[in-house]
């Protein structure tokens, strides 16, 4: 352990645990450069081209319109056609923003997740979260409703299957607490699974059954400025909590002993936590169906980037994985002629990754 390389008499015991702040910053603000950068190229990428200066010009021409200088009129000199900017604007920029809300709020549930529970192995999708949040966009999709029903729905639903899953987690065994949320999130994410392919199998096949279907799929074809709205709602609360309580996870983190003993309450800790990664599951539910794998991989690259002090992985992730959700969506509407559902790009690319990460950690593991 570091503690052991520390000389007897000195008195870094009170600051070893931070990092200095330029520790911090390289990586979030390389994390931040890159964001931007793949933000443009989604932008500028598509059946139809638009030249990444006129997407700058553009967005500064709004901008300045919208704080009001100029006028709005000659703001920023005129190069780019309508159709551009109506393409850029109207069509590109809400894909962008919404998947960068769907993206950052997944990875930074699973980045939340795995370190509550102590196990790599833990997402929205493996403790059940999603799968009761799916069935409540289902349900809500089948009563006609949408917007906030549908948040609330995907909510409530995904609440009480996290909270199934927790009670499981009390029952213990043999192979511990943890291992019983797993196995637990398991059996759960069945029984939510079945209850939304019943409701598959009676919707009507020509007015329910399509939307049912594209909607679990995983998409944000539909994006606009009125879905984005209906998710930063959800996930600004959630993210903001789970930032805001960052530092306490490296204490949940040693223990539950540990973290009494250094001043912080493990239960209510870890179901605030749990709350606001169920809040922001249903958010990106409700607005692009189940998405998965991207809370499962993007926090372990996140960690081979940044490190393991969460302080720093928790806002790493939230980039990460909104730049990540922007790729495979750009990748989902240029690579064929009908655009890809996001769920199965992020199967097929996330298992390899996953994967290839696993045989990383257990040669490292093994090497030493």
Same mark, same amino acid.
């Given at each position: ?17 931070? $990092? ?53 009129? +000659? ?64 349900? @809500? ?35 511990? $607490? ?62 903001? @909590? ?29 179901? @605030? ?41 928790? $806002? ?33 690319? +996330? ?18």
């Amino acid at each position: 352990m570091t503690s052991s390389a520390v000389k007897p008499g000195t008195t870094t015991t009170a600051t070893a645990p931070r $990092p200095p702040a330029r520790s911090h910053r390289v990586p979030l603000l390389l994390c931040v450069l890159l964001l931007c950068a793949v933000a443009l190229i989604s932008m500028a990428a598509g059946r139809y081209w638009v030249p990444p200066n006129e997407i700058l010009r553009i967005l500064a021409n709004e901008a300045t319109a919208l704080l009001g200088a100029g006028g709005g009129e +000659g703001a920023v000199r005129r190069t780019w056609t309508e159709q551009e900017a109506t393409v850029v604007l109207d069509v590109r920029l809400p894909r962008v923003l919404l998947a960068f809300l769907v993206g950052g709020a997944l990875s930074l549930g699973g980045a939340c997740l795995q370190a509550l529970f102590r196990n790599p192995l833990v997402s929205p999708d493996i403790i059940g979260v999603t799968a009761g949040a799916s069935f409540g966009g289902v349900l @809500v999709l089948t009563l006609g409703l949408s917007g906030g029903a549908m948040v609330g729905g995907a909510f409530g639903f995904g609440l009480a299957a996290l909270a199934v899953v927790l009670l499981l987690g009390r029952l213990g065994g043999s192979g511990g $607490p943890m291992l019983m949320i797993v196995l637990g999130g398991i059996v759960v994410a069945a029984f939510f699974n079945a209850l939304v392919s019943f409701i598959t199998y009676t919707a009507d096949p020509y007015s329910e059954l399509p939307s049912i279907v594209h909607w679990l799929l995983g998409s944000i074809a539909a994006a606009g400025y009125d879905k984005v709205l209906t998710a930063l709602i959800p996930v600004a609360l959630g993210a903001a @909590v789970v930032l805001a309580m960052r530092w306490r996870l490296n204490v949940l983190s040693l223990g539950d002993d540990d973290a009494a003993a250094l001043g912080v309450n493990p239960h209510r800790s870890r179901v @605030v936590l749990l709350c606001a990664v169920a809040l922001m599951t249903a958010g990106t539910v409700a607005v692009a169906g189940a998405v998965g794998w991207v809370g499962l991989v993007v926090p372990h690259l996140a960690r081979l980037w940044v490190g393991p002090d969460h302080r720093v992985l928790l $806002p790493a992730s939230l980039l990460l994985g909104g730049t990540y959700l922007m790729l495979i969506d750009t990748l989902s509407r240029s690579l064929t002629s009908s655009e890809l559902p996001l769920g199965i790009l992020t199967a097929v690319i +996330g298992a390899p990754v996953f994967v290839w990460l696993l045989a990383r950690s257990q040669k490292k593991g093994e090497m030493q």
